[in-house]
C-alpha cells in the first residue's frame, strides 16, 4: 500500500499546486476553445493534470529506491520507456501544436523503449494466424507497438468528460493488481497500485468540478503505462491468458475501432476527424440534457459530472468476466464478443433516445 498512498498523495498535492497557480500559466495551459465538437466545459480549464500524475509515480520510485526496494528498477524503467508518450502530449498541451500522428509516433517509441528495456513484448495471442505473427520477433514488436500506441490513443478519446479515463484506468489497473498478485508477481501487484494512487490523484480534483483536465500528456502516458502493466503481466507470466488484458481494457478499445468504422465506413471521412457522437458525448448531449436540460456554467459541470458514472458502469461489465476467466482464453474471447455486442445494441438506443413531448412542453 506504500506505494499507493506515496503515488496518491503527491499527485493529489501537486495537482491542486497546479491549479492554485493556474493564472500565471492559463495562457499556456488552459484549454480555451470551448466549441470544438468534443468540448464540454463552460470555462477555461488548465489541461496539464498529467504532470501530478507523472511526478507522484516519480516521487513513488525515489521513495522505493531509497528503501532499498528491490523493484524500484522496474518503476523507474517504466517512467524513462513513458517519457517519450508523456513529453509529446505535454507539449501539444502547452503549444497546441503537436500533431496526432506524432503523438502517437511518441507513444511507439515508448512502447519500442518497452520492448528494450523491460521485455515487455507481445509473444503469443491465442489467436489463430495472429500467433503465427507474434512468432517472430519482427511480429512480436510490430504486435506490441502497435497494442501500446492503440491502447494510448484509445485511453486519449475517452479522455472527455470530468473522471471519465483517470477512474475508468483506475479500475482496470487495480484489476490487473490483483491478478498479478494471484499469480505471485508482487513487483508488478505494487507498480499497477501505484499507477492507481497516481490516477486517483488527480481524480479528486478532475470529479465532479473540473478543476483540471489530464490534457494530451497525461492520458498517453496514462495509456502507455495501463498497456505497458498489462504486456508485462503476460509476459512475465504464462498462466493468465493471452487475451486478458485486452479484456481489461476493451471499453476504450472497442470505442476507438468502432469510431474508426464508423467514420470511415459510414460517414465516409478521415479516422481521425473529430466529432461529437462517441457513446460518452451522446450520453451527454441526450440523455444528460433530458434530465438536467439547462445550459448555464453550473448545470453545464453537472451534465458533464453525471456521465462518467455511466461509463464506469460499462467499463465494469468488462472488468468482472476478466476477473472471473483470467486464465481463460475461451472464456475471454467469448466475453469480448458479447461486451462488443452489447455496446453496439447500447449506442443504437442512445442514438434513438428522443426527449419526451411532454417534457419539452414543460420546459
Request: some cysteine; overall charge positive.
Amino acid at each position: 500500500m506504500l506505494y499507493l498512498l506515496v503515488s496518491f498523495f503527491v499527485a493529489a498535492v501537486v495537482t491542486l499546486m497546479v491549479i492554485h497557480s493556474s493564472r500565471s500559466h492559463a495562457h499556456l495551459s488552459a484549454d480555451a476553445d470551448l466549441s470544438g465538437p468534443q468540448k464540454f466545459h463552460a470555462t477555461p480549464v488548465p489541461r496539464i493534470g498529467g504532470t501530478g500524475m507523472f511526478t507522484g509515480l516519480v516521487c513513488c520510485v525515489g521513495v522505493a529506491a531509497l528503501t532499498h526496494r528491490p523493484d524500484w528498477k522496474l518503476g523507474a524503467l517504466l517512467l524513462v520507456c513513458g517519457l517519450p508518450a508523456f513529453g509529446a502530449g505535454l507539449v501539444e498541451d502547452f503549444t497546441k501544436r503537436v500533431s496526432p500522428g506524432k503523438r502517437l509516433l511518441a507513444t511507439a517509441i515508448s512502447a519500442g523503449l518497452g520492448i528494450w528495456l523491460l521485455g515487455a513484448t507481445i509473444t503469443k495471442t491465442d489467436v489463430p494466424g495472429l500467433d503465427l505473427l507474434v512468432s517472430t520477433a519482427v511480429g512480436a514488436w510490430i504486435a506490441t507497438v502497435f497494442t501500446v500506441a492503440g491502447v494510448a490513443n484509445s485511453v486519449n478519446i475517452i479522455d472527455g468528460f470530468n473522471g471519465l479515463s483517470s477512474m475508468c484506468v483506475s479500475l482496470m489497473l487495480l484489476v490487473f493488481a490483483y491478478v498479478a498478485y494471484q499469480v505471485g508477481d508482487l513487483p508488478l501487484t505494487l507498480w499497477a497500485l501505484a499507477g492507481v494512487g497516481a490516477a486517483l490523484g488527480f481524480f479528486v480534483w478532475n470529479f465532479p468540478a473540473g478543476l483540471i483536465f489530464l490534457g494530451d500528456g497525461g492520458a498517453y502516458f496514462l495509456g502507455f503505462y495501463l498497456a505497458e502493466i498489462g504486456i508485462l503481466l503476460i509476459a512475465r507470466n504464462p498462466d493468465v491468458s493471452p487475451l486478458f488484458p485486452l479484456m481489461v481494457c476493451i471499453y476504450p478499445v472497442f470505442e476507438t475501432v468502432f469510431s474508426i468504422y464508423r467514420r470511415k465506413v459510414v460517414r465516409s471521412v478521415p479516422p481521425g476527424l473529430p466529432d461529437g457522437i462517441h457513446l460518452h458525448s451522446l450520453i451527454y448531449r441526450r440523455l444528460m440534457r433530458w434530465a438536467i436540460g439547462a445550459r448555464d456554467a453550473r448545470q453545464m459541470t453537472r451534465r458533464n459530472s453525471m456521465t462518467a458514472p455511466y461509463l464506469w458502469m460499462l467499463c465494469i461489465t468488462s472488468l468482472l468476466p476478466a476477473l472471473a476467466f483470467w486464465d481463460s482464453t475461451p472464456m475471454i474471447a467469448a466475453c469480448m464478443l458479447l461486451f462488443g455486442l452489447t455496446y453496439v445494441a447500447l449506442y443504437r438506443r442512445i442514438v434513438r433516445f428522443k426527449t419526451p413531448k411532454w417534457l419539452v412542453v414543460t420546459r
